[in-house]
């Protein structure tokens, strides 16, 4: 997949030759179907040998008024076909609609593969927007509420359901708008405006088959210690059996075996076990250094037999937090971070291919980035899989946006209690990755903080406080941007999209003095009794950074064709981006490296993120254009980004 560039730094060259060789040991093998989209494995980190991807033709047809069940769609046939995982929304699904779809149906017919004796399907869904049921032969088997993260049915509970058996899956996936719900970036309006985008609804991620036996290793929770050398493992069971061993193998990928721990399987639901890796076997997973272990987790039973074998794999890295600092394995790295709002112009939310994931980060890196924020959606599994392969550094993120305008000022942001539910599945899913060194369960609430409580201040201290609990090895920022409601949250941060590098050095610089910037609107008295304008409590001195700033506004083709039209008197702005669009490439680079250096030069600044990664529709302010083609000198904004920071020079 490293696509050869003569220009690429020799560093780069071979990280990305590295990240191939690991994918080639830790990547399991893709599913006996490949003549579908997405054959991958959309589960690396939790996979086992018996599984079959679902992807591909589905009946579907689209069920404007939801009246479909009364309507009879769960017992008669669909009136059309869509390609699985690709949302209705999209050219790539073969249906293409970008109407507001009330609600969606599918059906296919599958065979349990013959050979699955003693196994149970698992029928699994990696992400269905936004309220899922799943009926098998009629029956229901599932129902699950949130856009973004993956949900199961067991299909060995429908009567006839075994090895070799047929089984017809229906799925409804109900999407209604004009009430709050996580949708990211999805748009409220009938066409994409501003930083929203078009709509995805139902199926959008992978669907596969899983054989399972009934002693089952249910998940995988690993917390690495650096400081110990070792990973703490806690290992969810299906049942506790008499007799019972929970065995862990580490070794190098493709390679020696490092490590091996064993532990009683018998006396708790949940085993737990400390896996010590030896001094000289010893590899520290960080930024552009993806040293990882090969990970064999196995049930064994009192005869020493194989009930159930998961493979997996880890890194071994911190993350600390010290006054202003914010460290990765004991060191001041300075987080070069770009936001990745992760759509594509055929399928957007969906990766198109697995290779377009390796497109985005490699670009990235070579762009002289070392991170990004995955910005308003849960990324899939395997995004996290090649950042983890790369060295790439991840925040994890919810796409929280859908909640504004339904309440009067001071209460005008309804979040449900389902964001909590929503977002600890997140969590629960991703934590095992050494990519993501933090969480940020919410962006840009906007809402000033007053003398009552509302639903806002409620779910975010919900949503911060299940996420320490889940997690409790790294820092978590409670909102990106705007409204921080946690007091004494592990970071502090704003967003600025003020393009003059000289009002953006003086924006910032009240950090050296212990007042940063921070998003605000202010408001009277008149509007807002017992409220001073604030979004935020006040900075206490936490690690700081600008989360979002840049957004520079340049497509050479579009800045041609808005000439012309001026000189017509036409000033009609065909795209969008902050501030006024520039006039030129160079203007550009101009722009990015006085923006860039102003938080570079900062001390006590630890990171920042620049949006974006890509143009995406109307917004045309990537590195890259939407089709991924480079419509500006990579190696430019590199040679920016590779200046040492001056967070990095303190000691």
């Given at each position: 997949?490293?696509?050869?560039?003569?220009?690429?730094?020799?560093?780069?060259?071979?990280?990305?030759?590295?990240?191939?060789?690991?994918?080639?040991?830790?990547?399991?093998?893709?599913?006996?179907?490949?003549?579908?989209?997405?054959?991958?494995?959309?589960?690396?980190?939790?996979?086992?040998?018996?599984?079959?991807?679902?992807?591909?033709?589905?009946?579907?047809?689209?069920?404007?008024?939801?009246?479909?069940?009364?309507?009879?769609?769960?017992?008669?046939?669909?009136?059309?076909?869509?390609?699985?995982?690709?949302?209705?929304?999209?050219?790539?699904?073969?249906?293409?609609?970008?109407?507001?779809?009330?609600?969606?149906?599918?059906?296919?017919?599958?065979?349990?593969?013959?050979?699955?004796?003693?196994?149970?399907?698992i029928l699994h869904f990696e992400a269905v927007d936004h309220d899922a049921t799943v009926w098998a032969d009629g029956?229901?088997?599932?129902?699950?509420?949130?856009?973004?993260?993956?949900?199961?049915?067991?299909?060995?509970?429908?009567?006839?359901?075994?090895?070799?058996?047929?089984?017809?899956?229906?799925?409804?996936?109900?999407?209604?708008?004009?009430?709050?719900?996580?949708?990211?970036?999805?748009?409220?309006?009938?066409?994409?405006?501003?930083?929203?985008?078009?709509?995805?609804?139902?199926?959008?991620?992978?669907?596969?088959?899983?054989?399972?036996?009934?002693?089952?290793?249910?998940?995988?929770?690993?917390?690495?210690?650096?400081?110990?050398?070792?990973?703490?493992?806690?290992?969810?069971?299906?049942?506790?059996?008499?007799?019972?061993?929970?065995?862990?193998?580490?070794?190098?990928?493709?390679?020696?075996?490092?490590?091996?721990?064993?532990?009683?399987?018998?006396?708790?639901?949940?085993?737990?076990?400390?896996?010590?890796?030896?001094?000289?076997?010893?590899?520290?997973?960080?930024?552009?250094?993806?040293?990882?272990?090969?990970?064999?987790?196995?049930?064994?039973?009192?005869?020493?037999?194989?009930?159930?074998?998961?493979?997996?794999?880890?890194?071994?890295?911190?993350?600390?937090?010290?006054?202003?600092?914010?460290?990765?394995?004991?060191?001041?790295?300075?987080?070069?971070?770009?936001?990745?709002?992760?759509?594509w112009e055929e399928s957007f939310m969906t990766s198109p291919t697995d290779g377009a994931i390796t497109t985005d980060?490699?670009?990235?890196?070579?762009?002289?980035?070392?991170?990004?924020?995955?910005?308003?959606?849960?990324?899939?599994?395997?995004?996290?899989?090649?950042?983890?392969?790369?060295?790439?550094?991840?925040?994890?993120?919810?796409?929280?946006?859908?909640?504004?305008?339904?309440?009067?000022?001071?209460?005008?942001?309804?979040?449900?209690?389902?964001?909590?539910?929503?977002?600890?599945?997140?969590?629960?899913?991703?934590?095992?990755?050494?990519?993501?060194?933090?969480?940020?369960?919410?962006?840009?609430?906007?809402?000033?903080?007053?003398?009552?409580?509302?639903?806002?201040?409620?779910?975010?201290?919900?949503?911060?406080?299940?996420?320490?609990?889940?997690?409790?090895?790294?820092?978590?920022?409670?909102?990106?941007?705007?409204?921080?409601?946690?007091?004494?949250?592990?970071?502090?941060?704003?967003?600025?999209?003020?393009?003059?590098?000289?009002?953006?050095?003086?924006?910032?610089?009240?950090?050296?003095?212990?007042?940063?910037?921070?998003?605000?609107?202010?408001?009277?008295?008149?509007?807002?009794?017992?409220?001073?304008?604030?979004?935020?409590?006040?900075?206490?001195?936490?690690?700081?950074?600008?989360?979002?700033?840049?957004?520079?506004?340049?497509?050479?083709?579009?800045?041609?064709?808005?000439?012309?039209?001026?000189?017509?008197?036409?000033?009609?702005?065909?795209?969008?981006?902050?501030?006024?669009?520039?006039?030129?490439?160079?203007?550009?680079?101009?722009?990015?490296?006085?923006?860039?250096?102003?938080?570079?030069?900062?001390?006590?600044?630890?990171?920042?993120?620049?949006?974006?990664?890509?143009?995406?529709?109307?917004?045309?302010?990537?590195?890259?254009?939407?089709?991924?083609?480079?419509?500006?000198?990579?190696?430019?904004?590199?040679?920016?980004?590779?200046?040492?920071?001056?967070?990095?020079?303190?000691?």
């Amino acid at each position: 997949m490293n696509a050869q560039n003569p220009d690429l730094p020799e560093h780069l060259s071979s990280l990305f030759s590295r990240a191939d060789e690991l994918a080639a040991q830790l990547d399991p093998p893709l599913s006996a179907v490949t003549d579908v989209p997405r054959p991958e494995h959309p589960r690396p980190q939790l996979h086992r040998p018996a599984w079959l991807t679902l992807n591909g033709p589905w009946a579907f047809e689209i069920d404007q008024g939801d009246s479909g069940r009364e309507r009879g769609l769960l017992e008669r046939r669909l009136d059309s076909e869509i390609l699985v995982p690709f949302a209705p929304e999209t050219a790539a699904s073969g249906i293409g609609n970008r109407d507001y779809l009330e609600a969606v149906w599918y059906r296919r017919t599958v065979t349990v593969p013959a050979d699955w004796e003693g196994l149970r399907p698992i029928l699994h869904f990696e992400a269905v927007d936004h309220d899922a049921t799943v009926w098998a032969d009629g029956v229901e088997v599932a129902r699950h509420r949130g856009g973004f993260t993956p949900f199961s049915a067991d299909l060995s509970v429908v009567d006839g359901v075994g090895p070799g058996a047929e089984v017809e899956i229906t799925v409804r996936a109900r999407d209604p708008h004009g009430v709050p719900q996580a949708r990211g970036k999805q748009s409220h309006d009938f066409t994409p405006t501003a930083a929203n985008y078009h709509r995805t609804t139902g199926i959008w991620q992978s669907v596969w088959l899983e054989g399972v036996p009934a002693d089952e290793i249910r998940s995988l929770r690993i917390l690495p210690s650096l400081a110990g050398r070792s990973f703490a493992l806690d290992v969810p069971l299906a049942r506790t059996t008499a007799g019972t061993r929970l065995e862990v193998v580490a070794s190098v990928p493709g390679g020696a075996e490092a490590a091996r721990a064993q532990v009683r399987a018998d006396l708790d639901l949940a085993p737990h076990l400390e896996l010590a890796i030896p001094e000289d076997a010893v590899r520290v997973w960080g930024p552009g250094a993806p040293e990882l272990y090969a990970l064999s987790v196995r049930l064994l039973g009192a005869d020493g037999a194989v009930l159930d074998e998961v493979r997996s794999y880890a890194g071994l890295r911190s993350t600390s937090l010290r006054d202003h600092e914010f460290r990765i394995n004991g060191e001041k790295v300075f987080q070069r971070l770009v936001l990745d709002q992760g759509y594509w112009e055929e399928s957007f939310m969906t990766s198109p291919t697995d290779g377009a994931i390796t497109t985005d980060i490699r670009l990235a890196l070579e762009a002289g980035f070392n991170g990004a924020r995955l910005h308003q959606k849960v990324f899939e599994q395997r995004m996290l899989f090649w950042a983890d392969l790369h060295g790439y550094l991840t925040w994890g993120e919810f796409g929280d946006w859908g909640v504004s305008g339904f309440g009067p000022t001071g209460d005008n942001q309804q979040p449900t209690a389902a964001f909590v539910g929503q977002w600890v599945e997140a969590v629960k899913r991703d934590l095992n990755h050494p990519s993501i060194i933090g969480w940020c369960p919410l962006n840009e609430t906007h809402q000033v903080i007053h003398d009552r409580i509302t639903q806002l201040d409620v779910v975010t201290q919900a949503m911060y406080d299940a996420t320490k609990l889940a997690d409790p090895t790294r820092p978590v920022l409670d909102t990106s941007g705007y409204s921080h409601r946690v007091r004494g949250a592990d970071v502090y941060d704003s967003h600025s999209y003020e393009q003059d590098p000289e009002r953006f050095r003086v924006e910032q610089s009240g950090l050296a003095d212990g007042e940063p910037f921070a998003n605000r609107r202010d408001l009277g008295p008149d509007e807002m009794p017992f409220a001073d304008g604030a979004f935020s409590l006040p900075y206490a001195g936490q690690p700081y950074f600008v989360s979002e700033y840049g957004g520079i506004w340049w497509n050479r083709k579009e800045a041609e064709e808005a000439e012309e039209a001026a000189r017509a008197g036409n000033n009609a702005a065909e795209s969008w981006g902050y501030g006024e669009r520039i006039r030129s490439e160079e203007e550009l680079y101009t722009r990015f490296e006085g923006l860039t250096r102003v938080l570079l030069e900062d001390p006590l600044m630890f990171a920042y993120c620049y949006t974006q990664m890509t143009d995406v529709f109307q917004e045309k302010n990537g590195i890259v254009d939407f089709e991924r083609g480079r419509k500006l000198d990579l190696a430019r904004l590199r040679s920016v980004q590779e200046k040492t920071a001056a967070y990095e020079r303190e000691a």
